[in-house]
């Protein structure tokens, strides 16, 4: 299994480019999760998906789109890069345990991304 | 305030000494993760407890609930543990997301 996978590993943007940051994983996991990374700060959950079809906000969603097509697949779009998303982005996986189960978190090696 | 604090925030030891971190929480839990950092940057997770006791080889994580107090222990320390661990809990009401504090570096000399 390769397990979470992200691309690219590193992106530089301009203020007001658009891009897509891919996230996949291969062990049929329902729940997957973007976070990003700040300097002393703790990660923080931008966008989940609990199964294809099904989204949701996280603590900091804005400026931040998400699908779920596929089991495998969870997508992060940045609509209209600012410098205020440079940050380092991590995709997660876990099994979906509902509201009162959770499970092992598996991350992906995370996207160093820097907006001019 | 974060709901979920560790200390130290940096942490400097000796290679072979007992290495303890700290992760407090101010509200309910249903679970709690213990994550490491590697210095490249790749996350992995180390434990997920929710009461009691867990070990793996040198480390231990425990969590005393009523409390609201968990801990990582590093026995016999060593240059390679050098990383930032995490500690990330579920929230009781939103178990699907985690809260994350933020981290502590901990750097072993040998």
């Known amino acids: 299994n390769a397990g979470v996978t992200q691309t690219p590993k590193f992106q530089v943007l301009k203020t007001g480019q658009s891009m897509t940051l891919q996230c996949a994983q291969d062990?049929?996991?329902?729940?997957m999760s973007w976070y990003r990374q700040d300097p002393g700060m703790g990660l923080r959950l931008i966008h989940y998906?609990?199964?294809?079809?099904?989204?949701d906000q996280g603590e900091v969603p804005n400026g931040y789109n998400v699908s779920r097509s596929t089991t495998e697949d969870f997508p992060l779009r940045l609509l209209s890069a600012a410098p205020s998303q440079t940050s380092v982005y991590f995709c997660a996986s876990s099994y979906e345990g509902g509201p009162f189960r959770s499970y092992e978190q598996y991350f992906g090696p995370g996207t160093r991304l820097t907006v001019t | 305030k974060n709901e979920v604090e560790q200390s130290p925030q940096n942490l400097t030891a000796q290679e072979g000494e007992f290495i303890t971190i700290n992760c407090s929480y101010s509200v309910g839990i249903s679970a709690l993760h213990w994550l490491q950092q590697h210095p490249g940057g790749g996350i992995v997770s180390l434990f997920m407890?929710?009461?009691g006791k867990k070990k793996h080889g040198r480390l231990i994580a425990t969590i005393n609930i009523q409390e609201k107090h968990s801990s990582l222990h590093i026995t016999a320390s060593h240059p390679r543990d050098s990383a930032v661990y995490i500690c990330?809990?579920?929230?009781?009401?939103?178990?699907?997301?985690?809260?994350f504090g933020s981290g502590t570096q901990l750097t072993v000399l040998p």
């Open positions: 407890l929710s009461s």
């Open positions: 998906s609990v199964g294809a079809g099904i989204t």
């Open positions: 990330a809990a579920h929230l009781t009401g939103s178990a699907r997301q985690l809260t």
């Open positions: 062990m049929n996991h329902e729940y």
